[in-house]
């Protein structure tokens, strides 16, 4: 394995070239399309992790993990988990309302207070934001301008349009983002290292659903904070658009051989998270501290990976694996379908891909050291 440093700011470039990761034509891409892969599971009758099979086998499983007090199995760290997960499923499906609502919750606007809106310097502005982001909990914190080829055609069956409006819209029919908002604040927010590390188990699961609440609580104060300084805000966690091309853009991290962003801080241990707003910021630039080039001869995530479901090429392509990618940017695609058939057969999350990546463990050691 080749020597490197992490997050160590003198090996950290701006970059304004094509890299990894980057859109090649500037074509929107439905984010539904993930979605093929829960019928193809489906329709997959027979062998191991086919659906059918491992749904009907889990709950037996797993009782009789927690039965014989399996280490990671066990009823209190199932527990952990389900208790992480609640606030991020009393989200579901429910994008653009309740904590995700596109328009104000409570807050009262400088218009119902009968004051002018914040104005400062972008300076100023962009300070702001990413020090009341940081105290609701966010990692690290950049700012990317809109690029609507990231937003999804639709959600929940329903188009995504942008229009020359004021305040953004969810109606039976459509969502509508005002072009107006050219701004996205792009949230890493970090992972429990020390429960990522035991892969895959519920101790794992509860790292991402830690990560999940952490980011539904952050981009849900962050909107209200923007909306009460008069502007408007839309907090996305996984939905409405794709979270690592604008986090790349805000200078967060670089792409990894596992088609996820390696952020620069956390490595690929954290969760991505974004707000749309037209409160003007300054832009930050993307980075590049080695990782695209160090993963052309790193392959410990697909030599880790139980289902090869990761690219062994040498060099990142536009070649997808399947539909479920998006065709238009530079990436080692993985293929989903055999991701998903872990991820079934194990019961939750898997992730052993983001704990064996040297970047987080360098950063697990740090902590520990
Ligand atoms: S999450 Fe697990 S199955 Fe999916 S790519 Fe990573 S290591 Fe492979
Ligand atoms: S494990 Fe190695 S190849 Fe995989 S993303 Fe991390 S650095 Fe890149």
């Given amino acids: 394995m080749n020597e490197m440093k992490v997050g160590c700011q003198s090996d950290v470039s701006e970059v304004h070239e094509t890299t990894a990761g980057e859109t090649a034509n500037g074509e929107r891409f439905s984010g539904n399309h993930m979605f093929v892969i829960?019928?193809?599971?489906?329709?997959?009758?027979?062998?191991?992790?086919?659906?059918?099979?491992?749904?009907?086998?889990?709950?037996?499983?797993?009782?009789?993990?927690?039965?014989?007090?399996?280490?990671?199995?066990?009823?209190?760290?199932?527990?952990?988990?389900?208790?992480?997960?609640?606030?991020?499923?009393?989200?579901?499906?429910?994008?653009?309302?309740g904590l995700l609502s596109w328009t104000r919750l409570i807050v009262r606007t400088p218009v119902e207070m009968g004051v002018d809106r914040y104005s400062a310097s972008s300076k100023e502005m962009t300070d702001t934001v990413k020090n009341a982001a940081?105290?609701?909990?966010?990692?690290?914190?950049?700012?990317?301008?809109?690029?609507?080829?990231?937003?999804n055609l639709q959600e929940m069956g329903k188009p995504i349009f942008f229009e020359d409006v004021d305040v953004p819209e969810v109606t039976n029919e459509k969502f509508v983002i005002p072009t107006k908002m050219k701004w996205v604040v792009s949230i890493a927010i970090p992972m429990d290292l020390d429960l990522l590390e035991q892969v895959p188990n519920e101790n794992s699961d509860a790292a991402v659903a830690l990560g999940y609440m952490k980011s539904v609580i952050v981009v849900s104060a962050l909107a209200e904070f923007i909306r009460s300084l008069g502007y408007q805000a839309i907090p996305s966690v996984n939905d409405t658009a794709q979270s690592i091309p604008f986090a790349l853009d805000a200078g967060l991290g670089e792409?990894?051989?596992?088609?996820?962003?390696?952020?620069?801080?956390?490595?690929?241990?954290a969760r991505l998270c974004k707000v749309f707003t037209d409160m003007p910021m300054e832009y930050d630039q993307p980075i590049k501290f080695g990782v695209t080039?160090?993963?052309?001869?790193?392959?410990?995530?697909?030599?880790?990976c139980p289902t090869h479901a990761l690219s062994f090429d040498d060099e990142p392509s536009y070649k997808t694996k399947g539909p479920w990618s998006n065709p238009n940017h530079l990436a080692w695609f993985e293929d989903s379908f055999k991701c998903f058939q872990q991820w079934q057969k194990v019961g939750n999350g898997c992730g052993i891909c983001l704990a064996v990546c040297p970047y987080t463990k360098t950063r697990w050691q740090g902590m520990h050291s």
């Fill in 38 to 97: 829960y019928p193809m599971l489906k329709e997959q009758k027979d062998g191991a992790g086919s659906m059918m099979e491992e749904e009907n086998d889990k709950n037996t499983r797993l009782a009789e993990w927690i039965h014989r007090a399996k280490r990671g199995f066990r009823l209190h760290e199932r527990s952990l988990a389900e208790g992480a997960w609640t606030l991020f499923r009393l989200t579901q499906p429910g994008v653009g309302v």
């Fill in 134 to 151: 940081r105290r609701y909990g966010a990692g690290a914190v950049g700012i990317a301008p809109m690029n609507q080829a990231y937003v």
């Fill in 255 to 269: 792409m990894g051989r596992t088609n996820k962003l390696i952020t620069r801080d956390y490595g690929a241990g």
């Fill in 293 to 304: 080039e160090h993963c052309k001869s790193c392959h410990a995530c697909a030599d880790a």
